[in-house]
């Protein structure tokens, strides 16, 4: 069966430190999001991609970065992590066009900065 | 700019107690409108759509109706069980955006006692 799968999904890291979460869909979208759970905030998209070399900025991107190197994969990129990055992160994909919206989850990376 | 606002949660039910969940929406044109639940410990899942006004999006005896003169689109459920104990995240697709991006409410904790 395809799935997207998210890795680590549990990570500590300290202040200042480089961080990566994987993001892989067997789906074979097109396109792809990363967003980040906290409370009373809700989702919030972080960045997203249409497409091989394709990546956006969504509305909480700064600290964050992403490449798109194949259809599969997503990682994100938290350049030097911040106890304010402090939070859950779910990657999902979707098909473009009439299913677009109809997005599949991964079971979220929880990541906590001292 | 687009948004989307859901009732503040926690609600807590009796099983077999009707449930609505209050969303409204604020975006230009006729958006796509989603219901997505999570489950603890898990990512999300979409429960139900609807792509135009007065369309009806139902699954696993939940409902939301689309309407367009309220801008509105309200999750029920006549009748919840333990199981249904999640948090619901209400979602628009805007009309300009093609590609699948989200914009969600901040999401409301459901919890069903026996």
């Known amino acids: 069966d395809a799935e997207i799968t998210q890795s680590p999904r549990h990570k500590i890291t300290e202040t200042g430190r480089q961080v990566t979460l994987a993001c892989h869909q067997t789906?074979?979208?097109?396109?792809m999001f990363w967003y980040r759970q906290d409370l009373g905030h809700g989702l919030r998209l972080i960045h997203y991609s249409y497409g091989v070399q394709d990546t956006n900025k969504g509305e909480v991107s700064d600290g964050y970065s992403v490449s798109r190197s194949n259809t599969e994969d997503l990682p994100l990129t938290l350049e030097s992590a911040a106890s304010s990055q402090t939070s859950v992160y779910f990657c999902?994909?979707?098909?473009?066009?009439?299913?677009?919206?109809?997005?599949?989850f991964g079971e979220g990376s929880r990541l906590t900065v001292l | 700019g687009d948004s989307v606002t859901q009732m503040e949660g926690p609600v807590t039910l009796s099983e077999e107690a009707f449930l609505t969940i209050n969303c409204t929406y604020t975006a230009t044109g006729y958006p796509s409108l989603f219901w997505y639940v999570q489950y603890p410990g898990e990512g999300l899942q979409l429960l139900l759509k609807a792509t135009k006004a007065d369309d009806k999006g139902s699954n696993k005896g939940f409902e939301a109706t689309y309407r367009k003169e309220t801008t509105s689109f309200h999750l029920e459920k006549g009748s919840v069980q333990v199981s249904d104990s999640a948090v619901y995240f209400c979602?628009?697709?805007?009309?300009?955006?093609?590609?699948?991006?989200?914009?969600f409410g901040q999401g409301t904790e459901l919890s069903v006692k026996p």
């Open positions: 979602a628009l697709r805007a009309v300009h955006n093609q590609g699948g991006k989200l914009i």
């Open positions: 999902a994909s979707s098909d473009p066009g009439l299913l677009a919206g109809e997005l599949f």
């Open positions: 789906w074979n979208h097109n396109n």
